[in-house]
């Protein structure tokens, strides 16, 4: 798969791939769904490598992390797509509970043991 990253460059510096209409998806964790914004709106000229901006019109421009960016539409067509952990049901919860080793001598939780 194709980088975030080069996606965006190549939309940014070629001239007939990137004459069209984009728009970039991302997942916001704190609405718990994905946010769609158009590349008009976006900002890729910060010094981070990690994030690029959202301008938001009336309020502070949102950091997104290049890692939550989940599709990008281009002429309402999807270029680009990556799954995340949002999109697997149980996914996230499952991951929570595993970081935590076992309690030595009591069977697993989802065996009827309890944890402290």
Not at 5 to 24: C, Q, S, T
Not at 27 to 34: E, I, P, S
Not at 42 to 49: E, F, T
Not at 65 to 83: D, F, K, M, Q, S
């Amino acid at each position: 798969m194709l980088p975030i990253r080069k996606l965006l460059d190549r939309i940014r510096w070629d001239d007939r791939f990137g004459a069209a209409r984009f728009e970039i998806a991302w997942y916001d964790r704190a609405a718990g769904c994905r946010v769609c914004a158009p590349l008009e709106d976006v900002v890729l000229d910060i010094p981070s490598r990690f994030a690029f901006r959202v301008r938001r019109e009336g309020e502070h421009d949102l950091a997104i992390p290049y890692h939550r960016v989940r599709e990008v539409r281009r002429n309402g067509e999807i270029v680009w797509t990556r799954a995340g952990p949002e999109s697997l049901p149980g996914r996230q919860s499952e991951r929570r509970a595993s970081r935590r080793p076992p309690t030595p001598g009591l069977p697993p939780p989802e065996a009827g043991g309890e944890r402290q």
